[in-house]
C-alpha cells in the first residue's frame, strides 16, 4: 500500500498535466491555498506554523463511461401503440356514434323537471345486499350461532336436573329438622330450576307452591298490621299523609303478609281500571279507619266459584294512599300479581298459630284442602 500511488496505470497517463488547486482554512484562520505537487507534501502556516498534509496530484485516468443498456418500451409507450391500432380505433368511433346518438335523448330529459328528493331518504343502493357470498358467509354464522346456543341450553339444562335433585332433597330434609330459613333457600334453587326446564305438571307446582309459601314466611312484614295501623294514625296525626306514605314504602314496601278473611268487591269508577277487592278486615282507631284492599289477584276465579267463603292467601305490600273522598281512612294496597293461595297445613301451623273453638282446626284443613284441589296440586 505505501507504494500504491507509484504504479503505473495500464491506461495510458494523462498528456498534459492539469492543475490541481486546493484550499485550506487553518485553525489559526489563515487561509492556505495552492497546488498539488507529484508527490505528497506539507504547508506549514506562516502565522501559527501549524502543519498539514497535502495529497499528491490525481496521476489515475478518467473512468470510462458505462455502455448505456438497451431500453424497453414503457408501460406508457405500449398502451399508445395499442390505442393507436386500427382495431382500437375502429372501437372509439362506434363508440362516439352511440354516444352522438343518445345526446338527444339526454337534451329531453334534462328539460323535463326532476323530482325532488326529500334529505332524510337514502340513495337506492348501487350493489345488491345479499350476494352468492354473503349468503354462504350467513348460514355459516347462523349454522356456528344455532350450535353454540344448543350446546349451552343443553348443559344448562343438564345443571338445573341435577339442582333441582340435590335442591329438593335438601329442602325436604330441612323442613323435618324445622329449619325454615334453610328451606326457603334449598327451595329457591329449585323454583329457578324449574323454570329453565319449563316443567309444568303436578310436582313441579308443588315444589313451587312450597318455595312460594316459605319465602312468604321468611319475608313476612316486621309488624302485623294492628301495629301498622296504630304507626299509620301516629304519624299522620304528627305529620301528614305524603310524609307516612314514603316512609311505609321504606318499611314495608315488597313485604309479605299472610291473610285468612273473605273478599268483597270494590266499585271501580272506570272499567279501565283493575278489579279490585276490600279485605274483611277494617282496623278503626281514634276515628281513622284503615283498610286492606287487594287488586287483581290470579285467583279471581276462584273467588267467583266461592262466593263469600274464607280463603287464606299471602300477598306482597305495594303502598299506603288516602281513601278518595275520605280524609280519615287510608288503604294499604296489596299486590295481587305476587297473590296465591295457600295449600300446605304444616307450614300454615308454623306461623304460630294457636287452634281453638273459634278457630276450628278442621275448619282451617277443608279451607286448604278446597285451595289445594282449585291449584291442582297433591291433597
Not at 501559527?48 to 431500453?71: G, H, S, T, V, W
Not at 332524510?120 to 350461532?145: D, K, N, W
Not at 294457636?354 to 296440586?377: A, C, M, S, V
Request: proline share 6%.
Amino acid at each position: 500500500m505505501s507504494r500504491w500511488l507509484k504504479i503505473p496505470s495500464k491506461q495510458k497517463r494523462r498528456e498534459e498535466d492539469v492543475p490541481e488547486p486546493y484550499e485550506i482554512v487553518c485553525v489559526c484562520g489563515v487561509c492556505l491555498s495552492g497546488y498539488r505537487r507529484k508527490t505528497p507534501y506539507r504547508h506549514a502556516c506562516q502565522q501559527c506554523d501549524e502543519m498539514y498534509f497535502i495529497l499528491p496530484r490525481n496521476n489515475y485516468p478518467a473512468p470510462k463511461a458505462k455502455k448505456k443498456k438497451k431500453q424497453l418500451p414503457t408501460q406508457k409507450q405500449i398502451s399508445e401503440y395499442i390505442l393507436n391500432t386500427s382495431f382500437v380505433t375502429r372501437i372509439r368511433e362506434k363508440s362516439k356514434q352511440k354516444k352522438a346518438s343518445r345526446k338527444p335523448q339526454e337534451a329531453v330529459s334534462e328539460t323535463t323537471p326532476k323530482p325532488k328528493v326529500s334529505p332524510f331518504e337514502l340513495p337506492a343502493p348501487r350493489t345488491r345486499l345479499i350476494t352468492p357470498f354473503r349468503a354462504i358467509l350467513g348460514g355459516i354464522v347462523l349454522i356456528i350461532g344455532l350450535t353454540g346456543y344448543g350446546i349451552i341450553h343443553s348443559r344448562n339444562l343438564e345443571r338445573a336436573t341435577d339442582t333441582l335433585k340435590t335442591a329438593t332433597k335438601a329442602g325436604e330434609s330441612f323442613l323435618k329438622q324445622g329449619d325454615l330459613i334453610a328451606a326457603n333457600a334449598a327451595y329457591l334453587e329449585a323454583f329457578e330450576a324449574l323454570e329453565t326446564l319449563g316443567h309444568t305438571d303436578q310436582s313441579a307446582n308443588e315444589i313451587r307452591q312450597t318455595s312460594r309459601e316459605l319465602q312468604s314466611i321468611n319475608s313476612q312484614a316486621v309488624s302485623p298490621v294492628f301495629e301498622i295501623a296504630e304507626e299509620a294514625v301516629s304519624h299522620i296525626k304528627q305529620s301528614d299523609v305524603n310524609s307516612w306514605a314514603s316512609l311505609f314504602d321504606v318499611r314495608y314496601a315488597e313485604t309479605w303478609m299472610i291473610f285468612e278473611t273473605t273478599l268483597t268487591p270494590v266499585a271501580v269508577e272506570n272499567e279501565t281500571e283493575p278489579l279490585r277487592f276490600r279485605l274483611n278486615l277494617p282496623i278503626i282507631l281514634d276515628e281513622y279507619r284503615l283498610n286492606l284492599e287487594l287488586t287483581a289477584p290470579s285467583f279471581t276465579e276462584y273467588l267467583k266459584q266461592h262466593p263469600g267463603q274464607s280463603l287464606i292467601f299471602a300477598a306482597q305490600i305495594e303502598s299506603f294512599q288516602q281513601g278518595p273522598k275520605q280524609p280519615g281512612t287510608g288503604i294499604i294496597l296489596l299486590d295481587g300479581k305476587t297473590a296465591f293461595l295457600w295449600s300446605h297445613l304444616k307450614l300454615y301451623e308454623q306461623l304460630g298459630i294457636q287452634f281453638d273453638e273459634f278457630h276450628n282446626r278442621n275448619q282451617i284443613e277443608n279451607i286448604l284442602k278446597q285451595q289445594t284441589q282449585y291449584l291442582g296440586l297433591s291433597k
